[in-house]
């Protein structure tokens, strides 16, 4: 299995805190990335990692940012939190753009 | 809205009988990925099929890809009781592998 590491792997938080979830490689992957994924929507791009401090949007965006100020770290942060985004996070990584890895996933309820 | 949309969101078979799932895409793309996932964990890659190519086979695994109607199916042939999962299509655009998946469908294989 690929080396990646989410956490926490479970929170629970109160509506308007920050909340800022961790994903850790040690695969030396180009692109990270950050899903959500609700009953009915299947999984959603929040944002998206192709390289040290470069990222984009994806189509989940709104409420959220992310930081990846080196290649092993991808940070997702919510900045006020509500209850709408709570979810089950996914992280994911890949570098030959042939496949991805998935890690096990956050649980994050707001309460 | 997501890129890829699976067909149909739920299936239910019988062991040995074969699974078809299908999954229709907007945009262009570099290639065309199926993962799956079993309940509550993260997902796992199956089979990639790239643009340029209409037919793939892995295992009881065989992938098709129409750019022409932007459409592709997963076929699982003599299905098992441990094929039950949700199965997920995920599509690569751009430069920067933006990834996006499907909502995906739920298949059930009943011993």
């Known amino acids: 299995d690929a080396g990646i590491t989410q956490s926490p792997r479970h929170k629970v938080t109160e ?3 920050p909340v800022t979830l961790r994903c850790h490689q040690t695969e030396n992957h180009r692109y990270m990335y950050w899903y959500r994924q609700d009953p009915g929507h299947g999984l959603r791009l929040i944002h998206y ?3 040290v401090k470069d990222t984009d949007k994806g189509e989940v965006s709104d409420g959220y940012s992310v930081s990846r100020s080196k290649t092993e770290d991808f940070l997702l942060t919510l900045e006020s939190a509500t209850s709408s985004q709570t979810s089950v996070y996914f992280c994911a990584i ?5 496949r991805a890895f998935f890690g096990q996933g956050t ?3 707001v309460v | 809205s997501q890129q890829g949309e699976e067909d149909p969101q739920a299936l239910s078979i019988q062991e040995g009988e074969n699974a078809t799932m299908n999954c229709s895409y907007k945009t262009s793309i570099n290639n065309l ?3 799956r996932q079993n309940s509550g964990r993260g997902l796992v890659h ?10 793939k086979h892995s295992g009881r695994l065989r992938v098709t890809l129409d750019t022409s109607k932007k459409s592709s199916s997963l076929l699982i042939t003599a299905s098992r009781a441990a094929d039950t999962a949700s199965y997920f299509c995920a599509t690569d655009e751009g430069s920067n592998y933006k990834l996006t998946f499907g909502k995906g469908t739920l298949l059930t294989v009943n011993p």
Do not use: C, M
């Not at chain 1, 890949?94 to 042939?98: A, I, P, W």
């Open chain 2, 33 to 35: 990925q199926w993962y």
């Open chain 1, 94 to 98: 890949s570098e030959s753009r042939d």
């Open chain 1, 107 to 109: 649980r994050l309820t």
């Open chain 1, 49 to 51: 990692s192709y390289g």
């Open chain 2, 46 to 55: 199956l089979i990639l099929i790239r643009s340029n190519e209409r037919e």
């Open chain 1, 15 to 17: 509506t308007g805190t």
